[in-house]
């Protein structure tokens, strides 16, 4: 049954009759000995084209691990809204197994969803519970994901709806591919009347509904790289017009307001820009980028550990000599004990055997001391060397500490500037869009100033033909009265 249904979605042509084969209650299907991955791969993903409807399938794959997964505690979002988060974990999460969505894609998402609800978004709030997630694990999986958005901890009073009409706005941008939409008058080609539509901008297409539960489809605008937008005059009491020009045909569209009609020309430009660069759509690229950006990261945390690593041999290459350098002291200073040892049996001896040659005991005696004094010397000597080794390894201890924290403080540098950079960019991105229509705007200005100066002289020349024309009719007038005289 799996097997039926996935080929059914995938659009996989298949024989119910040779699944039924496959499938045999014996041992010698190829699921019987194999186990059905090696199935599943063979036998329906090879044969995938790609001509699947990618929304159906999610939704076969969200019924099939949902009841088992999804928390039973009570959310604030519908099933509908947690399936569309579930296909959105999907599309931001990391490319490993088991799947999880790291904290910066945490915090792209919930912008994302905070700006569609028309709300503020709580910076502080996130970094006090990003520092919790951080001490526990590295993100979060779908589930987890789901309850954090259906807790209503970052949606705090917004209402069901409008937290469901958000996550709707999200999940077309992100997984429909849904650049714009909304309603505007569409002129008919044939009876040349005005009807409202519902469009949606994707990548490459612009489609148009009877209404915006998208289920009485009229039309497509194909768009590819030789597409051009143009605005228009207003014109059989329409106002706001603008024209997509294709190769096979062309559509005027009257939009509601002049903010909407800007900002339709402004996405079909994008559009057809991104088509003719061969770009991804611009959610994607951001994907993209913000990925590259983490590996890099991680690229130059993973050097920075292994500095810390080899510093760290160091230290206890340095500790390991200067216990080898204790030891040895230690074995000296028990060399000085036996020999002390040693010393004073010799002595008494010496006492007991030449007790009748008391001045030369004097001497060898004083000769003796001389060479403990010498030892004694030698012992405080050692002594000292081993307090300054002391001395520096806790310098170098000391030092270690330093280091460790010069590096959190520059990586602390290093993730301020990263974000500083970031918003430069988005800010010199949105000047040079300004910039660009500014100048578009300049150059449509100067087109129709050329225009009316091209029809000016027109109406020009034809004036003077006309008076020379009046001019000859006074003469034949005056001829012909000369005639008739």
Not at 159 to 182: C, H, P, W, Y
Not at 407 to 419: F, G, I, N, P, S
Request: charged share 35%; hydrophobic share 35%.
């Amino acid at each position: 049954v799996l097997s039926h249904n996935l080929c059914t979605v995938l659009n996989v042509p298949h024989d119910p009759v040779a699944l039924e084969e496959h499938f045999r209650d014996d041992d010698e299907g190829p699921v019987s000995n194999q186990g059905y991955m090696p199935y599943l791969n063979k036998f329906i993903l090879e044969k995938v084209q790609g001509n699947f409807d990618k929304v159906e399938f999610n939704r076969m794959c969200w019924t099939l691990c949902a009841k088992k997964n999804l928390s039973k505690s009570p959310l604030q979002i519908s099933d509908e809204d947690a399936f569309k988060v579930w296909v959105i974990f999907n599309f931001l999460s990391e490319d490993k197994y088991p799947l999880i969505i790291v904290p910066e894609e945490i915090e792209y998402l919930l912008k994302k969803i905070t700006e569609a609800m028309g709300a503020g978004w709580q910076q502080e709030q996130f970094d006090h519970y990003k520092i919790a997630l951080n001490t526990s694990r590295e993100g979060l999986s779908a589930w987890e994901l789901i309850d954090l958005i259906g807790s209503g901890q970052f949606s705090k009073g917004m209402d069901r709806q409008t937290v469901s009409m958000a996550i709707n706005e999200v999940f077309n941008e992100l997984i429909l591919d849904v650049l714009k939409q909304g309603y505007m008058l569409k002129k008919g080609h044939k009876r040349k009347n005005w009807t409202e539509r519902w469009f949606v901008l994707k990548p490459n297409i612009i489609s148009y509904y009877v209404s915006e539960d998208l289920k009485d489809k009229k039309g497509d605008i194909i768009l590819d790289g030789n597409c051009c937008v143009e605005a228009l005059p207003d014109k059989d009491g329409k106002k706001c017009l603008f024209l997509i020009k294709c190769l096979d045909k062309s559509f005027e569209i009257s939009a509601s307001d002049k903010k909407k009609k800007q900002e339709w020309i402004q996405a079909i430009q994008t559009t057809v820009s991104l088509l003719r660069a061969g770009s991804p759509p611009p959610h994607k690229e951001a994907r993209q980028k913000r990925k590259e950006l983490r590996q890099k990261l991680l690229a130059e945390h993973e050097e920075l550990e292994r500095q810390m690593k080899e510093l760290q041999t160091a230290n206890e290459n340095k500790q390991k000599e200067l216990e080898t350098v204790r030891k040895q002291l230690e074995a000296a200073a028990a060399r000085a004990a036996e020999e002390e040892k040693k010393r004073l049996q010799t002595q008494v001896e010496l006492q007991d055997r030449f007790s009748m040659e008391l001045e030369r005991e004097k001497m060898v005696r004083q000769k003796m001391e001389e060479q403990v004094a010498q030892k004694s010397s030698e012992l405080e000597q050692y002594l000292q060397r081993v307090r300054e080794l002391e001395e520096m390894y806790k310098q170098l201890q000391e030092a270690l500490e330093v280091e460790k924290q010069a590096r959190q403080d520059e990586e602390t540098v290093r993730k301020l500037q990263a974000r500083l950079l970031e918003e430069e960019s988005a800010k010199r991105a949105e000047l040079e869009k300004w910039h660009l229509q500014q100048q578009q705007t300049i150059q449509m200005t100067e087109a129709e100033k050329q225009e009316l100066e091209n029809q000016r002289m027109i109406k020009e020349r034809a004036l003077q033909v006309a008076m020379q024309q009046l001019e000859q009719l006074e003469l034949e007038r005056k001829e012909a009265l000369e005639q008739y005289e």
